[in-house]
């Protein structure tokens, strides 16, 4: 047994998919538009589509923010090697200086 796929739009009416395109049509427009413009034009508690375009622009955000922060993380990384090299070879110095001193 087959599930039904409840997104086929072959299975909608004209009515129906026309009030799809409609949908899609205002979801393309709001993530056109910046997020001041989003939340001035919220036509209320009963329209979610403001609410979910605001969601997915901060998950967008959330993502960058993560790619950034591990590109930064390996930086980090990479310097406190380079760091604790500079430090083993300045204590071998030292102790170089002092026997021959």
Do not use: C
Not at 22 to 46: C, R
Not at 61 to 76: G, M, Y
Not at 92 to 99: E, G, Q
Request: proline share 3%; charged share 25%.
């Amino acid at each position: 047994m087959t599930a039904e796929n409840p997104y086929d739009l072959a299975a909608l009416n004209d009515e129906q998919r026309a009030e799809k395109d409609q949908q899609l049509q205002k979801a393309s427009h709001l993530a056109g538009l910046s997020d001041a413009e989003v939340i001035a034009w919220q036509p209320g508690p009963s329209d979610d589509r403001h609410l979910m375009e605001m969601i997915r622009r901060l998950k967008d955000e959330i993502a960058a923010f993560r790619r950034s922060s591990d590109r930064l993380s390996t930086q980090v990384v990479w310097l406190t090697g380079v760091l604790v090299l500079a430090t083993l070879s300045l204590v071998a110095l030292a102790i170089i200086t002092a026997v021959k001193g």
